[in-house]
């Protein structure tokens, strides 16, 4: 039953990723049902915005439901759930007036904290992993919130639902927009997950099946992308600066702080949570960045900025999926999430490292992975805001260049430790010693999203006019992109080029060079086996290799102010000397200054809030009755 469930669900994933191209390429629709849907009728209408995201659910629907067939195996708990998770998920950029919406968006958010509760309860962590859905089912609903409110208000004073209707937003007062789009970029972020409003995300994604985590955070979180785009450029247009400033910063300090927090965690599945804040952050970052070039009517650098955004987030959706369905591998064959107990995976788990690998280089943003392309072209498009003539926004853009760079070089550090702490050296447990390599469906779901991802750098110079068509419908402006000879991207005239045919050719020669030297020498090289250089030491055990906690200590002292760790030491020693030491226990647990800060305070005002509010909680019904009374009173006197 589940397997059927699951691959219907990549039969629907593709034919939404067909369809989902044909509308980026110019076939519109509009489909209307009035009565299946109260307060407007269901309303759903494709255009390129639509049309990019839906292919991007839907294909990256079919190898995670591939995936999901070897992963859950026979059971069939969570099965329909997912089905309809990745059903609301196409409906979302389709949805054309606010109830089809609101109901899409909300049917999304349920099916998804369904299944976080499914792997709550499947996990070894029953009551964190309760609290992670707690905490992802309150974030979503106040997203909600915000986001209705936004929308009752464009609805009133535009006297319509449609979202086709709100185009006379121009004529709104530009605090009146401002308000709006305060409260809708408040509701999409939150789903995003932009700091600080990602306390949900390292919570429910590692908490959640691999399968469910890979589409959670490889695409579901991208509609808040989705509705950030077209509340910035179709609803609530002309933008202002000062959207664009707001963007610029919050996806700088999300790309730095979920890298930091990604290089020091030992969970292999949270790990990847904080490096998909980071990777939200560079999307926003050139969002900010085309919404602050709009602005200032330099509509060539929108449509660049904007195609390097959506570029990235087609990108992150392809490695972060591998990247999640590795670590399924990985929990699947082994157990346990812990890095701690892992090690030496690489030669239990050939398939599943090597795919992990290719994953790790792209989301690092190295050569010649489809990570590398996107990050690049954001930097292109950022280090052109000289050309605006504000010195505010110049000084906003150089403190989102700095993050960025940052984010860029701690990223590498961050999966250097995920890859080399998890397959590399000897095992350190059981678990590890015994790992299994992942089933045949799983193999082949990594192996395919792995060729995306080289696809995608290597089709670069396709790929990239196509999306900038896309950002085209968004701000018209003539494309600043153009392919020259050896497939090469073109930016803003001669500003920058870049050929990644050219750049993966270079790095192979580099590697396949020496190796074709020795053979054309006929080099024979006499074999001698012998154990490693073990540094005078007879044997080596994994006692003696770098664990997560050590490879992470230098981060934590570099950046003690953020992380405010809180060392723990325990020695036992031996109760006839101290100089005898039977163990040493060492944790360094860092603290996350957003929940510290602002979280645990507003809770405490809240409870505090709640607590007094109880009182009127009499039991009385004569007294219930008369608050009814007031209440009716009231509304009588605002009518």
């Given at each position: 039953m589940s397997a059927l469930v699951y691959a219907l669900t990549a039969l629907l994933g593709a034919a939404a990723a067909?369809?989902?191209?044909?509308?980026?390429?110019?076939?519109?629709?509009?489909?209307?049902?009035?009565?299946?849907?109260?307060?407007?009728?269901?309303?759903l209408e494709m255009d390129p915005l639509a049309g990019l995201f839906v292919a991007l659910v839907g294909a990256a629907a079919v190898p995670?439901?591939?995936?999901?067939?070897?992963?859950?195996?026979?059971?069939?708990?969570?099965?329909?759930?997912?089905?309809?998770?990745?059903?609301?998920?196409?409906?979302?950029?389709?949805?054309?007036?606010?109830?089809?919406f609101a109901l899409a968006w909300e049917l999304m958010s349920l099916a998804s904290y369904v299944l976080v509760l499914d792997g709550a309860r499947a996990g070894r962590e029953p009551a964190a992993s309760a609290h992670a859905g707690w905490v992802y089912a309150v974030m979503t609903h106040a997203g909600l919130a915000c986001l209705l409110a936004g929308m009752l208000l464009l609805t009133a004073w535009t006297g319509s639902a449609r979202f086709a209707d709100?185009?006379?937003?121009?004529?709104?007062?530009?605090?009146?927009?401002?308000?709006?789009?305060?409260?809708?970029?408040l509701g999409f972020a939150a789903k995003a997950g932009g700091v600080p409003l990602h306390v949900w995300l390292p919570l429910a994604h590692p908490a959640a099946p691999s399968h469910v985590s890979a589409l959670m955070s490889g695409v579901m979180i991208k509609l808040g992308v989705y509705g950030l785009l077209r509340a910035s450029f179709v609803w609530l247009a002309p933008a202002l600066p000062w959207w664009g400033a707001t963007l610029l910063l919050v996806g700088a300090v999300s790309a730095?702080?979920?890298v930091l927090y990604a290089i020091v965690d030992r969970d292999l599945k949270r790990l990847l949570a904080f490096s998909s804040i980071e990777n939200v952050g560079i999307v926003l970052v050139g969002t900010g960045a085309a919404v602050a070039f709009a602005a200032a009517a330099l509509p060539a650098l929108a449509l660049l900025a904007l195609a390097a955004a959506l570029y990235h987030v087609v990108n992150h959706a392809a490695f972060k999926s591998l990247l999640f369905m590795a670590a399924g591998g990985v929990l699947h064959g082994t157990g346990t999430r812990d890095m701690e107990a892992l090690g030496g995976l690489i030669k239990r788990q050939p398939w599943t490292a090597a795919c992990f690998l290719a994953g790790a280089v792209a989301s690092a943003g190295l050569p010649p992975l489809n990570g590398f392309v996107s990050e690049w072209?954001?930097?292109?498009?950022?280090?052109?805001?000289?050309?605006?003539?504000?010195?505010?926004?110049?000084l906003a853009f150089a403190l989102a260049i700095a993050g960025l760079a940052l984010a860029a070089g701690l990223a590498v550090a961050a999966f250097v430790k995920a890859f080399g702490i998890t397959f590399l050296a000897l095992p350190r447990s059981d678990a590890a010693a015994g790992a299994h390599e992942a089933p045949v469906p799983m193999r082949v779901a990594m192996v395919a999203t792995a060729a995306a991802c080289a696809g995608l750098a290597l089709g670069a110079s396709a790929i990239v006019?196509?999306?900038?068509?896309?950002?085209?419908?968004?701000?018209?402006?003539?494309?600043?992109?153009?392919?020259?000879?050896?497939l090469t991207l073109n930016i803003s005239g001669d500003f920058a080029s870049l050929s990644m045919p050219a750049v993966a050719l270079a790095l192979a020669g580099g590697i396949l060079l020496p190796v074709l030297l020795l053979v054309v020498a006929r080099a024979?090289?006499?074999?001698?086996?012998?154990?490693?250089?073990?540094?005078?030491?007879?044997?080596?055990?994994?006692?003696?290799?770098?664990?997560?906690?050590?490879?992470?200590?230098?981060?934590?002292r570099v950046f003690d102010f953020f992380y405010r760790p809180a060392a723990r030491l325990d020695v036992d020693a031996h109760p006839e000397s101290r100089f005898f030491v039977r163990r040493i226990r060492y944790e360094n647990p860092t603290r996350f200054i957003v929940d510290e800060w602002l979280y645990r305070p507003l809770g405490r005002?809240?409870?505090?809030?709640?607590?007094?509010?109880?009182?009127?909680?009499?039991?009385?019904?004569?007294?219930?009755?008369?608050?009814?009374?007031?209440?009716?009173?009231l509304l009588l006197l605002v009518a």
């Open positions: 067909a369809a989902g191209v044909a509308g980026m390429l110019g076939t519109p629709w509009v489909l209307r049902i009035d009565w299946l849907v109260p307060l407007g009728g269901m309303a995670v439901s591939v995936y999901a067939i070897g992963y859950a195996g026979r059971e069939r708990r969570g099965c329909l759930a997912y089905a309809v998770f990745v059903a609301a998920m196409l409906v979302v950029p389709l949805a054309a007036n606010v109830m089809t709100w185009a006379a937003a121009p004529t709104l007062s530009a605090g009146a927009r401002s308000l709006v789009w305060a409260l809708l970029a730095v702080t979920g072209l954001t930097f292109q498009a950022l280090l052109q805001n000289i050309r605006l003539p504000q010195p505010s926004m110049n006019p196509a999306l900038a068509a896309v950002a085209a419908t968004l701000v018209p402006a003539p494309a600043p992109i153009t392919v020259g000879a050896w024979r090289p006499r074999v001698r086996r012998y154990e490693t250089w073990g540094c005078g030491r007879l044997l080596q055990t994994a006692r003696m290799e770098y664990t997560a906690t050590a490879f992470a200590d230098p981060f934590t005002v809240l409870r505090a809030a709640a607590q007094r509010a109880a009182v009127v909680q009499s039991g009385s019904p004569n007294l219930y009755l008369a608050y009814v009374l007031v209440a009716l009173l």
